[in-house]
Antibody, heavy 116, light 107 residues
């Protein structure tokens, strides 16, 4: 059973970079999952942000593509999100998750990031 | 990009009711559709994958159906623990967007 845990600063200044890490246990980032980031703005629905494969292939949502980098680190068994030039609109709960063939069947607990 | 449209956005129901939530994709997603339940302050929980397969541990009162672009989540007899928000998600082609969500609340 893959378990995921997000970590990173809870407060980021406008125009700064939001950096989060998802630590993976009970499995390896080198496996066949797609390692995914999802966010949820206050009172809003779920927004798929992007994902990365074990080989480093990425997919990003169009609206964030110019500011977003998602990467995987086999040596630390974790994957990361970097979102540049943030604004208040990037304030959200950020979840990491794992996609195999069943949809997102493993999720972290979520971490709140406030841009202010 | 594939657009996902859920309806209704809010649904008021009573314990024991049969509840149906719809999800429409803007193009054929070949059955690569998942349903999630989310409760306030918690991460989403996978209920259904591949449009109609029940995730391990999910009560059998939940079922999914559909193909092509039209999909449905059904709760056969609503229980107190089922009052939550439900989302569909396509994972046929990236970006793997979600529907807007359906909040099921108490009538």
């Amino acid at each position: 059973q893959v378990r995921l845990q997000e970590s990173g600063p809870g407060l980021v200044k406008p125009s700064g970079t939001l950096s989060l890490t998802c630590s993976v246990s009970g499995g390896s980032v080198a496996s066949s999952f797609w390692w995914t980031w999802v966010r949820q703005s206050p009172g809003k629905g779920l927004e798929w942000i992007g994902d990365v494969s074990h080989s480093g292939e990425t997919n990003y949502v169009s609206a964030l593509k110019s500011r977003l980098t998602i990467s995987v680190d086999d040596s630390k068994n974790q994957f990361s999100l970097n979102l540049r030039s943030v604004t208040a609109a990037d304030t959200a709960v950020y979840y990491c998750a794992a996609l195999l063939g069943k949809g997102l069947d493993a999720w972290g607990q979520g971490t709140t990031v406030i841009v202010s | 990009d594939v657009q996902m449209t859920q309806s209704p956005s809010t649904l008021s129901a009573s314990v024991g009711d049969r509840v149906t939530i719809s999800c429409r994709a803007s193009q054929d997603i070949s059955g690569w559709l998942a349903w999630y339940q989310q409760k306030p302050g918690k991460a989403p929980n996978l209920l259904i994958y591949r449009a109609s397969s029940l995730e391990t541990g999910v009560p059998s009162r939940f079922s999914g159906s559909g193909s092509g672009t039209e999909f449905t989540l059904t709760i056969s007899s609503l229980q107190p623990d089922d009052f939550a928000t439900y989302y569909c998600q396509q994972y046929d082609s990236a970006p793997y967007g979600f529907g807007q969500g359906t909040k099921v609340d108490i009538k």
